[in-house]
């Protein structure tokens, strides 16, 4: 899908890692959900935390984000690694079951931060850039939980990933399904 607007989408890496738009650059739901929840860090201290977890994840598993930019702002955002490196994936009921899956790859967030760019096949362009960049490395299926009932959700609704061959991987809570698409 050709989005018609004019966007580059770059890997995250240590020299764009303040690049991360907000709420996304403080937020560590997935990351350190014990540490998102009794939220005693400020801002600032959850901006090093997020840092420090790309820095780690992307020596241990390689490209691990995307920031999409338009006229060199970040309008957009994407994160996904191996679900053991995204321990909030547990707090979900419909979760993967038993031990981690090889070559399973768990999408935590996809989001268009500015609102203006929605709608307009960058959301897609975006995911698709992240299954062809996870083929080329091997993996064999992507997953994600997507939500039913509308958008708001950090990798967005059930329809976005139906539409792009994502089927349900599990139902427990039919709100937030996980969602699977073999690369
Ligand atoms: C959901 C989201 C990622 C989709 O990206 P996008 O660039 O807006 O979507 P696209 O233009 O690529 O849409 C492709 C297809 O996905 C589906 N889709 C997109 N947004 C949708 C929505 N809100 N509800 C249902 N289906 C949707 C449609 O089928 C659409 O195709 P169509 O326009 O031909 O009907 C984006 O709109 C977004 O980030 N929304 C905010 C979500 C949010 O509040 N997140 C909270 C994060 S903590």
């Known amino acids: 899908m050709e989005t018609g607007i004019d966007i580059e989408i770059e890997d995250i ?19 350190f959900p014990a540490e998102f929840d009794q939220k005693k ?8 935390r997020k840092r420090e977890w790309f820095e780690k994840t992307t020596q241990e598993f390689g490209t691990c984000g995307k920031i999409v930019y338009h006229e060199g702002k970040p ?11 995204l321990v909030g994936t547990g707090r979900h009921e419909s979760k993967q079951l038993g031990k981690v899956e090889e070559g399973v790859i768990f999408l935590s ?3 268009i931060t500015n609102k203006k760019f929605r709608d307009k096949g960058i959301g897609e362009k975006l995911l698709q ?3 062809e960049d996870l083929r080329r490395r091997g993996y064999k299926a992507i997953e994600t939980v997507a939500r039913r009932t509308e958008a708001y959700n950090p990798s967005g609704p059930v329809l976005f990933y ?19 698409l073999f690369l």
Request: charged share 25%.
């Open 41 to 48: 860090l400020d801002r600032r201290q959850f901006q090093i």
């Open 129 to 131: 850039t992240i299954i």
């Open 75 to 85: 309008i957009a955002y994407a994160q996904y690694a191996p679900r053991d490196q």
């Open 162 to 180: 139906v539409r792009n061959g994502f089927h349900i991987k599990n139902n427990t809570d039919p709100e937030y399904p996980l969602m699977r």
């Open 13 to 31: 890496n240590k020299s764009n890692l303040e690049d991360i738009p907000e709420p996304c650059g403080g937020c560590v739901y997935w990351e």
């Open 109 to 111: 967030c996809l989001y």
